[in-house]
Structure formats: structure tokens, C-alpha cells
């Protein structure tokens, strides 16, 4: 059942490329999104002023990265929040606003509970869901799937990059209805399977940085734009799975207190695939360096120059647009070495559950 692999966790990141190929068939013909497929009628997309995206853990992360590519892509202002959160707020909604939850199971509570919040007060609801008939693919107005498959182990994995696939294709439609459509966006997003099948085959020299990571207390993993969104779901794989304190920084904050931390040896995972900003984060990369940090690099190959890191992965990406799902591989994979390092139960970890449907 897990195919060979000793996890399940193994297993499901291994298996990427192939569901990434099951999430986007069908859904992208002559260069465009196919809008039928995005299962929210182009008659309510088209009144779509705002979006209010819940979800929680690792679909909160994918919430992040889906706001920057339709903000940047269809130029709709999108809110992300934990669905603890904003089930207990007193939302503001404006007239055009939508309510997007993002959830694997469909099961989890807190986002089953913001949907109904939002019914309770008549905004629409539109659900990004991994598991078919689940009861948040239910009680939606509207659903797509992410077509991930089953999900066995508790650290999520392939339901994250389906996700981001899913919302890169409701970015691209949202901007193509809008009159915004990037067909070379849309042509490279086929590519994507084929790319990180690549990338997957060439990953050996994440297990030295998980021997040396299994030996930490604590990383840091930095990041802008797009790529702090990947560092949150990073630092939250090893907290998971590995029982290392981690924490995740916008790398300009720095500078705003994190930097006291940083000593000799501090591991600081930098990831630098949004190209307009790297130079920023690259200076960052020498300010950790000089207090003696650990410095490894999950680097976009068109990011050239002298790039201070003592490890480094560099990935292939079409476009930084579609970087995330690419550059979450290796973060994964990374996770899951050092927690094997550490000896510890990699598809169950302790404390938490597959799916949290109590509060
Ligand atoms: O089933 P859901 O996507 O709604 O679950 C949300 C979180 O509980 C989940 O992503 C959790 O953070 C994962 N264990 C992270 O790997």
C-alpha cells in the first residue's frame, strides 16, 4: 500500500508529479484556463469584487500564495485568514465579496464552521477540497477538487502543491475573464509534472542538510513574496514531523528583532525564487552569514551572482509565478530526511491527527 516506500510520507511526495498531471487534465485548452472546470460559474466570478480565503495549517499556507497570484494575476484584493480565527470575527462584507475555503479533508472544523458563518450571513462560498463529498464540498455553494488522491500521512504534502495548482488555475481564469489572460502562464503550468519529476530525481544532497539539521534546535527560514508564504509551510513540515522548533520570517523583518537570534551554526533555509526581489533577500542571506549562520539555499537557477550559501538546491522554474509548487519539493523532502534522521514516527506524528474535525 505505500508502493514500495518505507512512509507514506515518501510515497506522497514522490507521487507529485503524477497527481499534479490528474489536476490540471482537462482544465487548460489553446493556451486557457478551461473556466467549466473551476466549478464556480463564470456568472458569479464575474461580480467577484473581494475574496476571503479560510482554511488552516498547511491549506492556510496555499491561501497565501493563491492571494499573491490572484492579486498579481486578476487584480482582485484577496484576505487570507486561520478559519480559528475568522470564525469568530465579526467580518465586514462588502457587496461582491466571496468566501474561498481551502481544506484536504473538507472535514476540519474551524473551516466548516467559517463557511457556515459565511451562509449565515448570505456571501457565497466556494470550496478548493481534496476529498470528494466531503461535508465542506457539501454545504459549498461551489466546489473544485485538487484531485490529490488519498492523503495517508498526517504532514501534508501532495494536497499542498494540488492546491497551488488549483489556485494558479483560478488566478489564470479569473485574469483571462477579466481580460487578462497569460496564455504563456497557462502553456508553461503543462510543464510543471515533467519539472518536478526532474527535480525529484536529483534531490540526494537534501539528506546531508537533514543529518545536519537533525542535529539543531532550531531554523529560521526566510523568504519574500511568494517565497515567504513557501517558507511558513517549510518551517511548518519540520515543527510537524521533526519536533524542531521552527519559525518562518519575511527576510526584510529580520532586522526587526529575529536577527538577535541568529548564532554560530543557526541553519537558516533561504529561498529566493521571486527574481524581482532577490538581490533584497540575497543581502539578507550575508547579514545571517556574518553572525555565523548556516546558510542553505533553495535557489531559482536564473537567480545568478554570488549567492553567500554553505548548501544549496537550485530548481528550474518557467516562470517565479509557478515556482511554489516546484520549490516545495525539496522543502519536503527535507522535513521528512531529518525527521528520519531523528528516528521519529514520520507519518503519524505525535499530537496531532489527520484531520482536526473537533476544535
Ligand atoms: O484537511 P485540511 O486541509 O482542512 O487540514 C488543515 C490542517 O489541519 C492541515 O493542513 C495540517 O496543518 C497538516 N497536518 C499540515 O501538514
Known amino acids: 500500500e505505500r508502493g514500495g516506500y518505507p512512509h507514506f510520507m515518501l510515497k506522497e511526495i514522490m507521487e507529485q508529479p503524477d497527481v499534479w498531471s490528474d489536476a490540471l487534465l482537462g482544465r487548460v485548452q489553446n493556451q486557457r484556463v478551461v473556466w467549466r472546470e473551476m466549478g464556480l460559474p463564470a456568472s458569479v466570478a464575474e461580480t467577484v469584487r473581494r475574496i476571503r480565503i479560510v482554511a488552516a495549517g498547511t491549506a492556510y499556507h496555499a491561501g497565501l500564495v493563491g492571494k499573491m497570484l490572484i492579486e498579481r494575476l486578476a487584480r482582485i484584493p484577496v484576505e487570507v485568514e486561520v478559519a480559528s480565527e475568522f470564525r469568530y470575527s465579526t467580518p465586514i462584507f462588502e457587496p461582491g465579496t466571496l468566501v474561498m475555503a481551502i481544506s484536504q479533508s473538507g472535514e476540519t472544523a474551524d473551516t466548516l464552521a467559517s463557511v457556515r458563518l459565511a451562509h449565515e450571513l448570505g456571501v457565497p462560498t466556494y470550496a478548493v477540497v481534496n476529498q470528494v463529498g466531503s461535508t465542506l464540498a457539501r454545504e459549498s455553494d461551489y466546489v473544485v477538487y485538487t484531485h490529490a488522491g488519498p492523503e495517508i500521512a498526517v504532514a501534508s504534502t501532495k494536497a499542498y502543491t494540488t492546491q497551488l495548482l488549483v489556485l494558479t488555475l483560478l488566478a489564470l481564469g ?15 503550468l503543462l510543464s510543471l509534472p515533467h519539472i518536478g519529476q526532474t527535480l525529484l530525481g536529483q534531490l540526494e544532497s537534501v539528506r546531508q542538510m ?3 539539521l537533525s542535529l539543531k534546535r532550531d531554523v529560521f527560514y526566510i523568504g519574500r513574496g511568494l517565497d515567504y508564504a513557501l517558507a511558513m509551510e517549510g518551517q511548518l513540515k519540520i515543527k510537524e514531523i521533526a519536533y524542531i522548533h521552527a519559525e518562518a520570517y519575511a527576510a526584510g523583518e529580520l532586522k526587526h528583532g529575529t536577527l538577535a537570534l541568529i548564532e554560530d551554526g543557526t541553519p537558516v533555509v533561504a529561498i ?13 542571506i550575508l547579514e545571517v552569514k556574518a553572525r555565523g549562520a548556516e546558510a542553505w539555499g533553495i535557489l531559482d537557477r536564473q537567480i545568478t551572482g554570488d549567492i553567500p550559501v554553505d548548501h544549496q538546491i537550485v530548481i528550474d522554474t518557467p516562470d517565479p509565478l509557478l515556482a511554489p509548487a516546484i520549490a516545495a519539493l525539496p522543502l ?7 525527521a528520519v534522521f531523528r528516528g521519529e514516527d514520520v507519518d503519524k506524528p505525535r499530537n496531532l ?4 474535525t473537533v476544535e
Request: hydrophobic share 40%.
Open 272 to 284: 529566493v525564487t521571486e527574481r524581482d526581489v532577490a538581490e533584497k533577500t540575497i543581502s539578507n
Open 174 to 188: 479569473l485574469a483571462d475573464l477579466k481580460g487578462r489572460g497569460r496564455p504563456d502562464l497557462v502553456q508553461h
Open 210 to 212: 537533514a543529518e545536519s
Open 332 to 338: 519536503q523532502l527535507l522535513a521528512y530526511w531529518t
Open 353 to 356: 491527527a489527520k484531520s482536526v
